[in-house]
């Protein structure tokens, strides 16, 4: 991890060295500087230390698609890549994402407009795997981290993992198929 | 719901984690991975006012046995880290630790949540907690005054509450012996919930036949307990269904909104000899 910078007058970078401890109980709004990489770009964000992952991914960064439901890491809509693994960006700080590479589902698409279609999404397209698509980003990305580490994974193990995240309108089955078949066309593209 | 505000600092190394929390004292909270934690700062049922982030302690970050046969666990290593460690790293020896990895909440949780950070957390049904005094586990913590192991059946005082100073750090898990014939088992109303009731046994298994063992359960007291009435079923040459029925006759379950203590006793019945046959199978 990188140490912040504390520039905008916060005591963030405390370690062996200095102890700037305000001994005052009310703490004011303290504001901190962070970088955060995410989608393979550098951003550098001004906030209070409360602000979660998802909340500065949505309300500073302008990265909209990675949806909040719950704020206590119930339902899995949050859910992003840190590091390739699927993370409740809902259940860590900003802070604590400095250093680490984030993905969200704006990173799935391609193409100027960003209308090309990943596999994954357009499996999830083709399988009915969404109605309203409140849950769908964090379930792309849920699979995305799974299939990235388990390219093997059993229709078995796919119907375990999906269960991290709440979707009320599908009843889960098409969403499976489609992170099943997505699974297996991968497979198959590697052995050609 | 959004945390109350707090100042945010970053411990470089260990020295500088202790040396932050004496100075901050109650008024901080530790945090590793934030799976329990910041759950309960959305809820503003936590409101501390500084937090120490012991993340880029990567000397915490470690898995594996000692020379003594030790599995030894960093307070950082994750729940994940656990659950695919490649073959040989936990062996037969402690292959009931690794398994017991899938009963922790969801992938996504298990990518972020530590073995530190839930000991510490102490919830009464944590896997964790009930795999440490199942397995007579100690646990490593640093502070101002030194270094100190405290034994798992020391450690959990009540709902939340350890024998943890505030200004001190858990460091390191022990477990101290291989346990190859133990298994954790759990109940709850859906996979990756809160458990009901679990159970984790750990057998002493000579030849064909089983001599003895530690029963634990969790979900069942304040915190997680051994039941020295089931281990003495063990001990005597019982069967399983028998030591299952002294461990749900011993203790006195909650009742409460997730179960009755009736229903409770029947969890512990089942969960227990199910636990044995577990245990004896690997």
């Known amino acids: ?192 | 719901m959004k945390p109350a505000p707090f100042r945010y600092h970053r411990a470089r190394d260990l020295a500088g984690a202790t040396r932050l929390l004496a100075e901050l004292g109650e008024d901080a909270k530790v945090i590793a991975g934030g799976q329990s934690l910041v759950a309960m700062m959305n809820f503003r049922l936590a409101r501390p006012q500084h937090l120490i982030d012991i993340a880029g302690l990567r000397e915490l970050d470690h898995l594996g046995t000692d020379a003594d046969g030790a599995l030894r666990v960093g307070a950082l290593t994750t729940h994940h880290t656990v659950e695919t460690a490649p073959p040989g790293t936990l062996g037969a020896e402690f292959e009931v630790i690794r398994a017991a990895m899938g009963w922790i909440g969801h992938l996504p949780i298990r990518t972020r949540g530590t073995a530190g950070g839930s000991v510490a957390h102490a919830d009464a049904t944590a896997e964790w907690c009930l795999l440490a005094v199942a397995l007579d586990a100690a646990f490593l913590v640093h502070g101002p005054r030194g270094r100190r192991r405290i034994a798992a059946g020391d450690f959990f005082l009540g709902p939340y509450t350890t024998a943890l100073d505030p200004d001190e750090l858990l460091t390191e898990i022990v477990f101290p012996r291989p346990a190859p014939y133990a298994a954790l088992t759990e109940f709850a109303a859906r996979r990756g919930d809160f458990a009901i009731v679990s159970a984790a046994v750990d057998l002493d298994v000579q030849g064909a036949s089983v001599r003895g063992g530690r029963v634990a359960l969790g979900g069942v007291a304040p915190v997680p307990v051994r039941v020295p009435e089931a281990e003495e079923v063990l001990a005597g040459g019982g069967s399983f269904t028998a030591c299952a029925a002294a461990a749900a006759a011993a203790v006195e379950p909650p009742d409460d909104a997730n179960g009755s203590a009736s229903y409770r006793k029947q969890l512990i019945a089942t969960l227990v000899r199910r636990a044995c046959e577990e245990a004896v199978s690997r």
């Open chain 1, 1 to 192: 991890m990188t140490d912040t910078d504390t520039d905008a007058g916060t005591d963030s970078d405390t370690g062996a060295d200095s102890l700037p401890v305000d001994s005052s109980p009310v703490i004011g709004r303290e504001l901190q500087l962070i970088t955060l990489e995410v989608n393979g770009e550098e951003y550098e964000v001004i906030t209070e230390p409360r602000r979660t992952l998802v909340d500065i991914l949505r309300h500073e960064l302008r990265l909209t698609g990675t949806h909040v439901g719950c704020e206590h890491g119930v339902c899995g809509a949050c859910t992003v890549l840190l590091d390739g693994r699927p993370v409740r960006a809902c259940l860590m700080f900003a802070a604590q994402a400095e250093g680490a590479a984030i993905r969200t589902v704006e990173s799935l698409s391609d193409g100027a407009d960003g209308s090309e279609l990943s596999d994954l999404q357009r499996a999830f397209r083709s399988h009915h795997g969404l109605q309203c698509g409140f849950c769908t980003p964090g379930f792309l990305m849920l699979a995305e981290g799974f299939l990235a580490e388990r390219p093997q994974a059993t229709k078995a193990e796919i119907r375990e993992v999906v269960a991290a995240n709440l979707c009320r309108c599908t009843g889960y089955q098409s969403i499976v198929e489609a992170i099943d078949s997505c699974a297996a066309a991968r497979r198959e593209g590697e052995e050609k």
